[in-house]
């Protein structure tokens, strides 16, 4: 399934404090897509691709953007509307590539820029859309801004780039406030000048090796403005941003009352270093830059944000009409498997979203949570019981019958579970590597995808049989391969495939309105247009369906008239006479 790499070499633009480069504004690279429907984005369905775990075409373990374009005819074959791409820039990889060094840039072990127009192009020929990963709210140490800031010394304008401060006590030995980072340890490092003497502290609210840029500083919108388009131009559909409710810091840094939260939650917490207001108008402006390229064409450009904040009401504040298009809704996510409390969570975002003209924006995994195989299990273990698999497969279900959008994580489609053993020395995560801790580590839901055969690599590199990807595969990755999957009616791809197709062919689903049903207390039952009806049964014992008829498509065996426990089914049904309660 690979194709033979590129030979060409990599490509960079050249990157600082300038605008970037890239080609003149109004080209664009690449096939253009086949006109799409207006708002083509309210019920897209977008598959996340974690690049270096999906294909490999060079035999290093690494997956890359040459292996992205060969998976191209499976994903279409899958049914999902486009695809969205983790950081391919190049980059020390301190955090595999959200430390970027150069907006505008491919890594050589991802490919070249050359090898980015041809899988824009391919995924454009086969009627998909291609998202790209934007991280604004941070760069590299490596960044030519970072480096030059520590070359100029204190007082310099490079530094206002960024959030440089004196520090705290007689000789500023102490960080300039209390906070601590997301992935461990004090939220400041401090410099050594260039004289060899300690000098400054600068912020960073994960690595090191990420400082914080300081958007307050007006280069570092209008830079970005330029990376925006220097994509747009080669023919990217949109952006998904990362840390989205970041950007803006509370402009006096002050202590937090609760420093620890941020590193305790592995979230964004802390109310005096996320959330701030005027970050809304950084998604304005960027809205009306993907607006002008709408303009242009009438394909429209997408902003799709990661935005973790405590309510669906502030979550809401996103998605305003001049604001982001999207913002990935993590609370279905996190919910527990339980229906009064996935309810609440779908009551709230409908009605606090899609309040906004906006749609919601549904997620059930992402490359940095655990797999939800695995998180539904009850109990730790890669392929222990059967309750995780059933669970896994009916909120999946669940998912594809609410109104909105939905994100598919790569390997979701396989009923991957986490890869909960992996060897301390071979963990590569740096909330690892700064707490010593295993807890919320990353690389379990991060083990390249295995494609075919019945022992690693499972086709997953083109190199020698020998040749091992960059993280090891478990032996019974074989049950979840690809060519397994595709070839079982009843595998999960399966199940995925057809839940899409039906989304596709069923005018009923997609975006619109839902309405609760009455049901027990374990299982939630909504209907979807003139008569399209959906039932999870959260419990285990089996309930009587809801509606009559035989189902249209079931996450397990579901006999006539009976909803077993753990499981989704999907019918058509004519509820006129059943009791229906107020619309969302």
């Not at 109004?26 to 897509?33: E, F, K, L, S």
């Not at 309750?387 to 790569?410: D, I, N, S, V």
């Amino acid at each position: 399934m690979s194709t033979p790499m590129s030979t060409e070499p990599a490509t960079r633009s050249a990157v600082g404090p300038g605008p970037a480069s890239g080609p003149a504004a109004g080209t664009t690279h690449g096939t253009a897509p086949e006109a799409s429907a207006p708002h083509w984005w309210r019920d897209a369905v977008i598959y996340q691709v974690y690049i270096r775990s999906f294909l490999d075409s060079t035999g290093n373990g690494i997956g890359d953007l040459a292996g992205v374009r060969a998976g191209l005819p499976y994903l279409k074959k899958l049914g999902v509307d486009g695809i969205w791409l983790s950081p391919f820039y190049p980059s020390p990889q301190a955090d595999h590539g959200y430390d970027v060094a150069d907006y505008c840039g491919v890594d050589p072990v991802y490919g070249n820029l050359a090898e980015f127009d041809r899988l824009v192009a391919d995924t454009h020929r086969l009627g998909m859309k291609l998202l790209i990963d934007i991280v604004p709210n941070h760069c590299s140490r490596e960044h030519p801004w970072f480096r030059s800031a520590l070359a100029d010394g204190r007082g310099a304008p490079s530094r206002r780039l960024f959030h440089f401060a004196d520090g705290r006590g007689e000789h500023g030995e102490l960080p300039p406030n209390n906070w601590r980072a997301m992935f461990g340890g004090p939220a400041w490092t401090r410099t050594t000048d260039p004289d060899g003497t300690p000098g400054q502290w600068y912020l960073h609210l994960f690595t090191p090796e990420q400082p914080d840029l300081n958007w307050r500083e007006p280069a570092v919108a209008a830079s970005f403005d330029e990376v925006l388009r220097c994509w747009l131009n080669r023919g990217v559909d949109g952006f998904r941003i990362d840390v989205a409710a970041g950007l803006y810091k509370h402009p006096d840094l002050p202590d937090s009352p609760d420093p620890a939260a941020d590193e305790r939650a592995r979230d964004s917490v802390n109310p005096l270093a996320w959330n701030q207001p005027e970050v809304h108008q950084v998604w304005r402006d960027w809205r009306a830059v993907c607006e002008e390229y709408t303009a242009r064409d009438g394909q429209e450009r997408l902003l799709v944000g990661e935005v973790s904040v405590p309510t669906a009401r502030e979550h809401a504040q996103y998605v305003r009409p001049d604001e982001l298009h999207q913002a990935f809704f993590f609370d279905l996510l996190s919910a527990d498997w339980d229906a009064g409390d996935f309810r609440r969570v779908i009551s709230e975002a409908l009605t606090d979203i899609a309040g906004t003209g906006s749609t919601v924006t549904w997620v059930l995994n992402n490359h940095d949570q655990v797999r939800s195989v695995t998180r539904y299990a009850g109990e730790p273990g890669g392929e222990s019981g059967t309750l995780g698999p059933a669970r896994a497969r009916a909120a999946a279900l669940l998912m594809l019958a609410l109104p909105g959008a939905a994100y598919l994580y790569q390997g979701e489609e396989l009923g991957l579970p986490e890869v909960v053993d992996l060897p301390d020395e071979v963990l590569t995560d740096p909330i690892f590597h700064r707490t010593g801790s295993r807890s919320r580590v990353r690389d379990g839901c991060r083990v390249p995808l295995p494609w075919s055969g019945h022992a690693s690599p499972f086709g997953f590199t083109s190199g020698e049989p020998s040749a091992r990807p960059w993280l090891p595969q478990p032996e019974w990755f074989a049950l979840h391969a690809t060519d397994r999957a595709l070839s079982d009616t009843r595998s999960f791809w399966h199940l995925y495939r057809d839940g899409l197709q039906l989304r596709r062919s069923l005018p009923q689903l997609g975006d619109g309105p839902l309405r609760w049903l009455e049901s027990p207390p374990e299982v939630l039952a909504f209907a979807r247009g003139d008569g399209l009806v959906c039932a999870v049964n959260f419990g285990t014992a089996p309930v009587p369906a809801p509606v009559p008829g035989t189902p249209l498509l079931t996450s397990g065996d579901c006999p006539a008239g009976i909803l077993p426990g753990a499981t989704a089914a999907w019918w058509t049904s004519d509820l006129s006479a059943h009791p229906v309660e107020n619309p969302l």
